[in-house]
C-alpha cells in the first residue's frame, strides 16, 4: 500500500470555523492531490501539487485553500468552514516518473469533515 | 468541460457470471484510462489500467478501449460476493500524460447476488 496518512479521519466542526486536513505521504512522489466525493457527484478535484510551494486549482477550489512546504506534506484548509463543504476528503498522490507518465493516483484513507 | 459518464446502477449479477461495467468520456486526447474499485465507507483502489486500444487482463478483469468510440469498460469474471462495490472510472485528458489528476465517473454500484 503506498505511505499515505491523512489526519483527522473524522471531524465535526461549525459553520464560519478554520478546518486544516493534512495528508502526509512516505513515497516521496512530487504530485499530491485533494478531492472531495460527495453523493451524487462523484470524487471532485480541488487543489493539487507539483513540487514543494508549486500549487494549483483543480474544478472546485473556491473556499479552500492549500499549502505544501515539504515533498510529504500537503494542507489543505477552509479558511471559514461552510455546510456545502461537507464530505468525504481524499488525499491522493502520482509518481509520474518515466516515460509513461500516466497519471495513476493512489488515494489515502479519507477525512469525514461534517460542518454543522 | 471533461466529462466521464458511468451507469450508477445498481448493477445486479448472479454469483459465477460475468459482470460488464462500462463508461464513456468526452474528450478524445485523453490517453490513459483506469478503473478503481471502492468499497463503502473506504477509499478507492486501483485495478486496472489501460493505454491502447484493445483488451487488458489480470486475473478475472478485463479492461477493454475503443478510443474511437470514448468507450471503455472492464469485465469481471466468476463474479464473488467480495466483488460488491462501486466501481470508479477515471480518464487523463492532459496530452502526453499530465500532473493536474484524474477525470472520475460517478462511479457504478455493483451488487454479486450470491
Known amino acids: 500500500d503506498a505511505g499515505i496518512t491523512q489526519s483527522p479521519r473524522h471531524k465535526v466542526t461549525e459553520t464560519g470555523t478554520p478546518v486544516t486536513l493534512r495528508c502526509h505521504q512516505t513515497?516521496?512522489?512530487?504530485?499530491m492531490y485533494w478531492y472531495r466525493q460527495d453523493p451524487g457527484h462523484g470524487l471532485r478535484l480541488i487543489h493539487y501539487?507539483?513540487?514543494?510551494?508549486?500549487?494549483d486549482k483543480g474544478e472546485v477550489s473556491d473556499g479552500y485553500s492549500v499549502s505544501r512546504s515539504k515533498t510529504e506534506d500537503f494542507l489543505l484548509t477552509l479558511e471559514s468552514a461552510t455546510s456545502s463543504q461537507t464530505s468525504v476528503y481524499f488525499c491522493?498522490?502520482?509518481?509520474?516518473?518515466?516515460?509513461?507518465?500516466?497519471?495513476?493516483?493512489?488515494f489515502g484513507e479519507g477525512s469525514r469533515l461534517t460542518v454543522l | 468541460q471533461k466529462e466521464v459518464e458511468q451507469n450508477s446502477g445498481p448493477l445486479s449479477v448472479p454469483e459465477g457470471a460475468i459482470a460488464s461495467l462500462n463508461c464513456t468520456y468526452s474528450d478524445r486526447v485523453s490517453q490513459s484510462f483506469f478503473w478503481y474499485r471502492q468499497y463503502s465507507g473506504k477509499s478507492p483502489e486501483l485495478i486496472m489500467s489501460?493505454?491502447?486500444?484493445g483488451d487488458k487482463e489480470d486475473g478475472r478483469f478485463t479492461a477493454q478501449l475503443n478510443k474511437a468510440s470514448q468507450y471503455v469498460s472492464l469485465l469481471i469474471r466468476d463474479s464473488q460476493p467480495s466483488d460488491s462495490a462501486t466501481y470508479l472510472c477515471a480518464v487523463n485528458s492532459n496530452p502526453g500524460g499530465g500532473a493536474d489528476g484524474l477525470t472520475f465517473g460517478k462511479g457504478t454500484h455493483l451488487i454479486i447476488q450470491p
Open positions: 513515497e516521496n512522489h512530487r504530485y
Open positions: 489501460i493505454y491502447s486500444n
Open positions: 491522493a498522490i502520482s509518481d509520474l516518473t518515466g516515460t509513461l507518465n500516466t497519471g495513476e493516483l493512489f
Open positions: 501539487s507539483y513540487g514543494v510551494k508549486d500549487t
